[in-house]
Structures are given as structure tokens and as C-alpha cells.
């Protein structure tokens, strides 16, 4: 006991002495102190700019809205090697909301579906298992509209402006601001099983848009796939954007 007590009395001899050192040693050096404090000061200040910046990014929440939002695979009636080559078309309505905290501009946007191939090979691992992507959006070559009684609605355009009233979405988003409005996506000649996988009518897509400083948004979708007749009550002119471009006859 009388040893642990000597412990004790030795223990808070010594942190009286370290203390009385440490006063004595700020007292005497006024000046480092306050330099040591300031550079403290901005390394602490220089850490939390970093972790408000990483905070501070776009998010962008994506959905599709009622309205010509499905895919189309047709035939373009030619041959490839004995195979009919067809094309696939896909048109998606998004609403994009910034649900971030830092404002950003719709960069980009591509889509992806599985095609309909068969197992096993590393081609069917690769685009049915795996994601074959349409990376770039192609020209709709007239609005999709709709008729409502003696009245068109017309839809919005997303990044492309509008061939009938030259208007075009915003695309620049504040933090808690949306926009909404079309993209269209055309799959150029294809053959065999190169076209989207359906179940029940329904074909899984994936829609990546990219933002100004680079950030990728992904969303899976599940949309319709309609006929050639059906797809052009939204557009007439839908599925005709590369036979345009290559001046080929029409097809039905």
C-alpha cells in the first residue's frame, strides 16, 4: 500500500513538472506557438475543404414518364449471308432530377439490353449475359407526337431540339431542379440473334448519363417492345434516321 501511494505521489510530482515545463515553454515562445496554432489552423481548415468538396457532387435520379418510352426491332428486308438484317430502334421519356448537392449539365447518355442469343459462347457471355451498348444517340428525324382528339401533343426532346418548334430541353440542373424529354437510340444493321432479348413483351435496358465532370448515373429499366406500326404512332418517321443518312429507298 505505502509502495502504490509513493507511485502515486512520484506519477503527479512528474505531470506537475511536465505541465509547469510546457507553461514555462509557451509562456517563452509566444511567437512559435501562435505559428505552430495557424498552421494547425489551415491544415485542419485544407482537410475539411476536401471532405465538403468530395460531399458537394451531382446525383442525378432517372425515370421514365408516361409517353414513348419502348424499343423496336424490324426488318430492313436484305440479306447478310443467307441471315435477314434488321434494326433495332429505342426511344426512352426521362425525367432527370438533381437530387445532389453540387449543380452539373447532361453530358451524355447511351443505353444497353441483352441480346437474344443463345448459350454458351463467349459472344452470348459476353451481350446476353453481359450488356451490348449503344453508346451514341442518334437524329430523330421529326418530333414524337401523339393526337389528342383535334390536338398533337408533341414531346420534348431531351438533348435534341425539337424539329417542329426548334425548342430544347435544359439540360443544365441546379441541385433539386428536374427536366425531362426524349432520347432516341437506332442500332445499325444487324443479323441473327444482334437484337434485344424480350420476356412477355418487356425488354431490361440500362441507361447511363454521364455529367459534366464526368459522373456516371445508371438505371435499369424494363420497357415495352412494340412493332414497327406501333412505334410510328409516336413518330412516323421512326426507324429511319440511318436509311436517311445512306439516301436507301424506304421500307416499310
Request: hydrophobic share 40%; charged share 20%.
Amino acid at each position: 500500500m505505502e509502495q502504490d501511494d509513493a507511485r502515486c505521489a512520484l506519477m503527479l510530482s512528474w505531470l506537475a513538472t511536465l505541465f509547469e515545463r510546457i507553461t514555462n515553454w509557451a509562456n517563452g515562445n509566444d511567437g512559435v506557438l501562435s505559428i505552430v496554432l495557424f498552421l494547425l489552423g489551415l491544415f485542419i481548415a485544407w482537410i475539411s475543404g476536401i471532405f465538403t468538396a468530395l460531399r458537394r457532387r451531382p446525383e442525378f435520379s432517372v425515370r421514365t414518364i408516361a409517353g414513348p418510352t419502348f424499343c423496336c426491332t424490324f426488318s430492313t428486308g436484305t440479306k447478310h449471308n443467307d441471315f435477314d438484317v434488321h434494326r433495332s430502334g429505342f426511344a426512352l421519356y426521362l425525367r432527370v432530377a438533381n437530387v445532389g448537392s453540387a449543380a452539373s449539365s447532361i453530358e451524355d447518355v447511351s443505353v444497353a439490353y441483352h441480346w437474344f442469343l443463345k448459350p454458351i459462347s463467349w459472344t452470348w457471355l459476353r451481350y446476353r449475359v453481359g450488356w451490348f451498348w449503344i453508346l451514341h444517340e442518334a437524329i430523330a428525324l421529326t418530333d414524337f407526337q401523339v393526337g389528342l382528339g383535334t390536338l398533337t401533343k408533341v414531346y420534348p426532346f431531351l438533348k435534341q431540339r425539337s424539329v417542329i418548334s426548334g425548342d430544347k430541353s435544359e439540360t443544365f440542373l441546379e441541385p433539386g431542379r428536374s427536366t425531362n424529354g426524349v432520347v432516341y437510340f437506332e442500332q445499325d444493321d444487324s443479323w441473327g440473334g444482334c437484337f434485344p432479348f424480350a420476356r412477355h413483351g418487356k425488354v431490361k435496358v440500362k441507361v447511363r448519363i454521364v455529367d459534366s465532370f464526368g459522373g456516371k448515373h445508371v438505371t435499369k429499366f424494363v420497357i415495352p417492345a412494340v412493332s414497327l406500326e406501333e412505334a410510328r404512332r409516336y413518330n412516323p418517321r421512326f426507324g429511319e434516321t440511318y436509311s436517311e443518312l445512306r439516301s436507301e429507298a424506304p421500307f416499310p
